[in-house]
């Protein structure tokens, strides 16, 4: 079973008192204030692996259920029925790089990059989309901040691409388009390619309950099938929204959400020092 140490930092001159080693690759070595975000988040600083040290005055071992790298956080699990779950933030605050461990009961105080909401998702001014040139009817995206650009995506129908790469893709359906995909197992294959990129989802423009008033196919083959895509390939969601407009705003969000965490992983992941998975197919 893999543990989470905390050592007494043997540089007796930083305000932080701890050196916490996660287990992840190598061991991320961060300094901090206290054993465990109690009451409050607790900052960390990096410090490189090489700064364990030696002989570690060990001041607390906590074994652990799971550690797992998710985007620019690390989430832990203590193998423990009390102050059992953390989370280690890659963040920024006020425009410089930072590291915060906190806890659920600390969570709202750890967030120093959150903002009001807007209009503008995830702040950005001008999002760029990229929609698949075959896409017929496609959204607009007349009244947010948003440049379309028509080009042949490789899956998906609305796409967000950074670096000549695709970071983030929707695949648009109405209920009828998803029920005959569905049971002609076009969408199995789709979502096979869609779940070979880092982020993708598909958009459906009605509501779930719609599938249970189908009558020339049995409601429960639909869900069933529906249910048994989303276990297959769980890294794609299929979000159900109740109109066109409501779907096209939804693709929106998820696409600046997208490209948010896009821009920010790879800063993240240097700075973690370990390397960022492969998305992992179903077989």
Same mark, same amino acid.
């Given at each position: 079973?893999?543990?989470?140490?905390?050592?007494?930092?043997?540089?007796?001159?930083?305000?932080?008192?701890?050196?916490?080693?996660?287990?992840?690759?190598?061991?991320?070595?961060?300094?901090?204030?206290?054993?465990?975000?109690?009451?409050?988040?607790?900052?960390?600083?990096?410090?490189?692996?090489?700064?364990?040290?030696?002989?570690?005055?060990?001041?607390?071992?906590?074994?652990?259920?799971?550690?797992?790298?998710?985007?620019?956080?690390?989430?832990?699990?203590?193998?423990?029925?009390?102050?059992?779950?953390?989370?280690?933030?890659?963040?920024?605050?006020?425009?410089?790089?930072?590291?915060?461990?906190?806890?659920?009961?600390?969570?709202?105080?750890?967030?120093? !990059?959150?903002?009001?909401?807007?209009?503008?998702?995830?702040?950005?001014?001008?999002?760029?989309?990229?929609?698949?040139?075959?896409?017929?009817?496609?959204?607009?995206?007349?009244?947010?901040?948003?440049?379309?650009?028509?080009?042949?995506?490789?899956?998906?129908?609305?796409?967000?691409?950074?670096?000549?790469?695709?970071?983030?893709?929707?695949?648009?359906?109405?209920?009828?388009?998803?029920? !005959?995909?569905?049971?002609?197992?076009?969408?199995?294959?789709?979502?096979?390619?869609?779940?070979?990129?880092?982020?993708?989802?598909?958009?459906?423009?009605?509501?779930?309950?719609?599938?249970?008033?189908?009558?020339?196919?049995?409601?429960?083959?639909?869900?069933?099938?529906?249910?048994?895509?989303?276990?297959?390939?769980?890294?794609?969601?299929?979000?159900?929204?109740?109109?066109? !407009?409501?779907?096209?705003?939804?693709?929106?969000?998820?696409?600046?959400?997208?490209?948010?965490?896009?821009?920010?992983?790879?800063?993240?992941?240097?700075?973690?020092?370990?390397?960022?998975?492969?998305?992992?197919?179903?077989?």
């Amino acid at each position: 079973m893999s543990e989470l140490l905390i050592a007494a930092n043997p540089d007796s001159d930083s305000r932080l008192a701890y050196l916490l080693r996660v287990p992840l690759g190598e061991g991320i070595v961060l300094r901090t204030s206290g054993t465990w975000p109690r009451t409050k988040a607790l900052y960390c600083y990096p410090v490189p692996p090489e700064a364990w040290p030696v002989v570690p005055e060990i001041v607390e071992r906590v074994p652990l259920r799971s550690c797992v790298r998710r985007g620019a956080a690390i989430d832990i699990v203590a193998d423990r029925s009390r102050e059992n779950r953390s989370q280690i933030v890659f963040t920024t605050a006020r425009g410089r790089d930072a590291v915060f461990w906190q806890s659920p009961r600390t969570r709202k105080q750890a967030r120093p !990059s959150v903002t009001l909401p807007s209009a503008r998702a995830a702040g950005i001014e001008q999002l760029e989309i990229v929609v698949d040139a075959h896409e017929r009817y496609a959204y607009r995206f007349s009244g947010q901040q948003v440049r379309t650009v028509s080009r042949a995506l490789p899956c998906g129908d609305y796409g967000i691409v950074i670096d000549e790469a695709l970071v983030a893709s929707v695949e648009r359906k109405s209920l009828p388009d998803l029920v !005959s995909s569905l049971i002609a197992g076009k969408l199995r294959y789709a979502l096979g390619e869609l779940a070979a990129l880092p982020r993708a989802a598909v958009v459906v423009e009605d509501r779930y309950s719609q599938i249970y008033k189908l009558d020339r196919v049995r409601p429960a083959l639909i869900a069933d099938g529906l249910a048994e895509c989303q276990i297959r390939w769980p890294n794609v969601p299929i979000q159900f929204c109740e109109n066109r !407009s409501l779907a096209e705003e939804w693709t929106y969000r998820y696409l600046a959400a997208a490209q948010s965490w896009a821009t920010a992983e790879a800063a993240a992941i240097q700075r973690m020092g370990i390397a960022a998975e492969e998305p992992q197919e179903s077989s």
